[in-house]
Each structure stands twice: as C-alpha cells, then as structure tokens.
C-alpha cells in the first residue's frame, strides 16, 4: 500500500447511530489532517495533528471526535451527526504541517451520507 | 479577510483551447498559491504552486499568472485535453503556517 488510504469509501448512518472513519498514511509524514467537501464550496480544515499532537481545530462540532494514535493513523469518530453532515470527508498527509514545506497528499475520501 | 474566491464555477473547453481559471485573495500575508487537481472518486493532488515574488510559473502546460499588487492569480491550461476533465481549486497558505485556504472550485470540461 502506498499514499493515504481512507475507509470506508461510502458510510450511511443513521443521526443516532456512532461510527469511525480510518485513515492510514504510508509516506511517512508527520502531519495528517482532515479536510470536509461538499459540493460548490470550499474545502474546510477540519483538525490538523503534527506528530500526534492536535494544533489545528477549526471550530468543529464535537459531534466530531478526532484520534490521531501515531503519525500514520488518523480516525475521526462520528456520533449524532446532522443531516447537514453528508458530506466528502478527505484525509491528507504532509512532511510537516505547513503546506509551502510540502505539498498535501489526500486520500480519496469517504462519502458519508446522514439519514 | 480569510477567503479565496475561485471563477468560474464550471467551464466548458474545446479540445486544443486555453483554459483558464482565476482566483482572487484578500490576505496580503498570504505567501504560497497552490492549485490542486481532482477527478471523479479521488482525492485533490497538487497541480502546480506559486510564491508572490515572481508572475508566472510554467510547467508544460499549465501556467501560473500572479498579480501581487492586485491580489489576484490565475491558471492558465494551453492545449487542453480531454484527460485534463476535473476540477480545480486553488488555495492560498493562511498566516498561521498550515492553514491553507482553498477556493470553492471550478469544474473544467474539455470537448473532444
């Protein structure tokens, strides 16, 4: 395996139901980040971790709960989400975690659909 | 002041046209303008990146054009492709280091 690997691809649930989100980099990076797409707007930080270590929370409901065991695993665990939440979640990796020391490299995300 | 705004939102190309894509930033602290790529069903890949101490950045086919005193830059795809079909954001690198600020996007189709 190589680059960052995002499972699963596609996730319904239910706004009661809990569930994870994986992400595994084999770059060996040291900064991992989540990022939320949806159609015709930007793309959002979610969290940044720097070597395990939380620097970056962009205000994000804590509906939304981040893990980040070690450089190459990064989780992002769900619970009571809002229809609102369906969205394209993308993880990406970099060297370090400003984007001008390396470019980002995101996985190809997990649709996530909230009934 | 933290915005990238991205035009147009679609655009539609013959085969062998110029695209061309702009985008316009508001934080004069912004240092690095990336643009990334991305196809159906993957994640966003790095394209092409510029540093406001020069204009223009070639690589093959696509061109950077960046105005400072403007706030303004811009992607310029010369013989477009039908494989060049994705869209396109770019983004401008937040004061505090690794925030990066993407556009909202803009769909490219090229007609063969």
């Known amino acids: 395996e190589t680059g960052v690997t995002q499972t699963p691809r596609h996730l319904v649930m239910g706004m009661t139901n809990k569930k994870s989100l994986k992400c595994e980099q084999h770059?060996?990076?040291?900064?991992m980040y989540w990022y939320k797409q949806s159609a015709k707007k930007p793309l959002e930080l979610m969290f940044v971790?720097?070597?395990?270590?939380?620097?970056e929370n962009n205000s994000v409901p804590s509906r939304f709960s981040p893990e980040c065991p070690n450089s190459s695993h990064l989780f992002l665990h769900l619970h009571t989400l809002q229809p609102e939440d369906s969205a394209l979640y993308l993880c990406?990796?970099?060297?370090?975690?400003?984007?001008?020391?390396?470019?980002?490299?995101f996985g190809e995300g997990s649709r996530l659909t909230v009934l | 002041q933290q915005q990238v705004k991205q035009s147009p939102q679609s655009l539609i190309v013959q085969k062998g046209g110029i695209s061309i894509i702009n985008c316009a930033y508001e934080?004069?602290?912004?240092?690095?303008f990336p643009w990334y790529q991305q196809f159906p069903g993957k994640g966003p890949a790095l394209l092409i990146a510029?540093?406001?101490?020069?204009s223009e950045k070639k690589e093959g086919r696509f061109t950077i054009s960046f105005n400072k005193s403007a706030k303004q830059f811009s992607l310029h795809i010369m013989d477009s492709q039908p494989g060049d079909s994705a869209t396109y954001f770019c983004a401008g690198q937040g004061e505090y280091g690794n925030k990066l600020v993407f556009g909202a996007g803009t769909i490219l189709r090229v007609k063969s």
């Open positions: 510029i540093r406001p101490d020069v």
């Open positions: 934080n004069t602290a912004f240092d690095y």
């Open positions: 990406a990796s970099s060297l370090q975690d400003r984007a001008d020391t390396g470019e980002l490299f």
């Open positions: 770059l060996g990076h040291n900064a």
């Open positions: 971790y720097n070597f395990k270590e939380q620097t």
